[in-house]
């Protein structure tokens, strides 16, 4: 059974970092694509970054442009998050997904086996 779970959330300051973890069971994530999602109170879910089977990254919010970074441990079997630079707007749910493919995708529906989500709140 495949299975993500998110971890690493919790309460930051602004202008703090926290680094999300995406553990994936069930099947090897070595070239598959993994995406970080998010979302917040009230609002749709938005993708942030998807890094593909050749480790590339895709941002798919601008707002997060310079301040988060995806990587991959294929020894762990994890998708990491590092998020730098936090701001009260990036207050949400953060989850990971897969495509169970090479590449990353623009289209949300495109990712399946979601994790059940970690939460990130910015605040002082």
């Known amino acids: 059974q495949v299975q993500l779970v998110e971890s690493g959330g919790g309460l930051v300051q602004p202008g703090g970092s926290l680094r999300l973890s995406c553990k994936v069971s069930?099947?090897?994530?070595?070239?598959?694509?993994i995406g970080w999602f998010r979302q917040a109170p009230g609002k749709e879910r938005e993708g942030i970054l998807c890094?593909?089977?050749?480790?590339?990254?895709?941002y798919y919010a601008d707002s997060v442009k310079g301040r988060f970074i995806i990587s991959r441990d294929r020894s762990k079997n994890t998708v990491y998050l590092q998020m730098n630079s936090l701001k009260p707007e990036d207050t949400a749910v953060y989850s990971c997904?897969?495509?169970?493919?090479?590449?990353?995708?623009?289209?949300?529906?495109?990712?399946?086996?979601w994790g059940q989500g970690t939460q990130v709140t910015v605040s002082s």
């Open positions: 997904a897969t495509t169970r493919a090479y590449r990353c995708s623009a289209h949300q529906t495109d990712f399946g086996s």
């Open positions: 069930g099947f090897t994530l070595a070239y598959y694509a």
């Open positions: 890094i593909s089977g050749s480790d590339d990254s895709t």
